[in-house]
């Protein structure tokens, strides 16, 4: 029999529904805003923590990878435990560990501090999609995802202005300390407003060991990639890192269709063609997309020049461009459906991709950066509300945080991997160079990272063309 969700508090009073989506908006955007606004002060951070160039990534991976791992149980725990205590909770966790990095003294005390703000983030994410599917329907369901993808897509590039705002006239550490205030207002909003909803049903177990194992082996892959710049791709140390984490995956794959009593990944979810084709793209295009941020800011700092600041101001336009991609995306989807979207979007991405990979040490921002990451933002904003759609469309209510948690882990999963694996590959072909360190090689390795990219968004297009016609259309209905 399925599980149903019925109120456990009952509602006094009708909460306002823009209330309701400002309370989960908030939180997906402090979320994703922590990865984004790392980028910018990487280089700051580098030199007070002693970082080298290749370990800078982890003060990113650490967040992003236990964020992809506990994803699932995160959203199963929305499901069981309900949403607001879960909502409350992630918060509490996130909002500590921010206090925790912007304390932090070595490299590894931020990795650490920066794990742990992964798993608040990971708890507090899936909820804020549970609140959504659970308190919007029919027409206004589009309407309110579209408001939370274009916050979830903006806060990459909003995250890069206000990280370089606060890292050229404060310091790196405001980066962390500005989770605080909004964090409290966000909680204090849910205390007092959101109404409990969960599985009465439900057995409240979770499968913690899935978690684990996800987390480890992806943690063992992305290590092993990420070596691979050092030892080289058939080194023992890189193939052993590699091979446990692919070891791990398998463990997990068995542990969760044989073992696990209560798995945080049902198989049966992805009955749903929608679903598991949705999120396979998601995989793709997040990857493609979060690499983006991380080269760019690189470049505009490295090769342009620019500041702090500076470097956050050239996101500016790109924050722009992926709300009014959500928002267009989420008033015609009602009509065509996610699959002419998602089709529209990769190939927009496909061409943007292309066009930035022709950067040179002589480009410049207004005339050979601005219109293709433009192009970019805006296809990010045409896919994000369509694939969270199509994702979630056929999936009972019941299992709501559970989908929500399955597309945020393709979506961090694509990134952590992407990065790995186009950094290592630039850092490749700029060691083919006579001069490794020069501006030329550098180039030469973005060059070619966003050629990858251009290739994986054609993948994600034709996995796109798999989703069933009319979902979106149904969905709306």
Not at 90 to 109: C, D, K
Not at 421 to 437: E, K
Request: hydrophobic share 55%; with cysteine; aromatic share 10%.
């Amino acid at each position: 029999m399925t599980e149903t969700q019925t109120p456990v508090v009952t509602p006094t009073r009708h909460t306002p529904d823009w209330l309701i989506l400002t309370i989960a908006c908030v939180a997906q955007f402090m979320v994703v805003l922590d990865v984004s606004i790392v980028n910018v002060a990487l280089p700051s951070m580098q030199r007070d923590l002693h970082f080298s160039l290749s370990s800078a990534q982890w003060v990113v991976n650490a967040y992003v990878l236990t964020f992809a791992g506990f994803l699932l149980l995160g959203g199963r725990a929305a499901d069981l435990f309900g949403r607001r205590r879960v909502y409350l909770f992630g918060m509490a966790v996130f909002v500590l560990a921010s206090v925790g990095a912007g304390f932090a003294v070595t490299g590894g005390q931020m990795v650490a501090v920066r794990a742990l703000q992964g798993i608040g983030g990971a708890v507090l994410s899936p909820a804020t999609l549970t609140i959504i599917v659970t308190t919007f329907h029919g027409p206004r369901l589009p309407k309110a995802i579209g408001a939370w993808s274009a916050v979830a897509g903006a806060g990459g590039a909003v995250g890069a202005l206000l990280g370089g705002l606060l890292t050229g006239y404060a310091s790196w550490r405001w980066i962390f300390f500005i989770n605080v205030p909004f964090g409290l207002a966000a909680g204090a909003g849910a205390l007092m407003y959101l109404h409990e909803l969960r599985n009465q049903d439900g057995t409240k177990k979770l499968d913690v060991t899935g978690a684990v194992l996800v987390t480890g082996s992806l943690a063992a892959l992305i290590y092993g990639v990420v070596q691979t710049t050092s030892s080289g791709w058939t080194s023992s140390t890189s193939l052993t890192w590699m091979l446990g984490g692919l070891i791990g995956l398998a463990m997990f794959l068995f542990w969760e269709s044989r073992a696990a009593s209560h798995p945080i990944m049902p198989f049966r979810i992805f009955h749903s063609r929608a679903l598991a084709t949705a999120n396979l793209a998601m995989l793709l295009v997040g990857g493609a997309f979060f690499a983006m941020w991380y080269f760019l800011t690189f470049y505009y700092q490295y090769i342009l020049r620019y500041d702090a600041v500076r470097t956050g101001f050239a996101f500016l336009p790109m924050a722009i461009a992926i709300i009014v991609g959500a928002q267009i995306s989420s008033r015609i989807l009602p009509r065509v459906g996610v699959r002419p979207l998602i089709a529209a979007g990769t190939l927009l991405a496909t061409g943007g991709f292309y066009w930035i990979s022709k950067i040179e040490l002589t480009s410049s921002y207004w005339g050979n950066i601005l219109v293709p990451s433009v192009t970019c933002a805006f296809a990010m904003g045409i896919l994000f509300p369509s694939l969270a759609t199509a994702a979630t469309s056929g999936v009972e209510r019941a299992d709501a945080g559970l989908a929500s948690g399955v597309l945020n882990t393709a979506r961090q999963v694509g990134g952590s991997l992407a990065l790995a694996i186009l950094g290592t590959v630039a850092i490749d072909r700029t060691n083919t160079f006579t001069d490794p360190h020069s501006a030329l090689a550098l180039v030469a390795g973005y060059q070619r990272a966003f050629e990858i990219s251009a290739l994986v968004t054609v993948v994600a297009f034709a996995v796109g063309q798999a989703v069933p016609r009319g979902v979106g259309r149904r969905a709306a209905a």
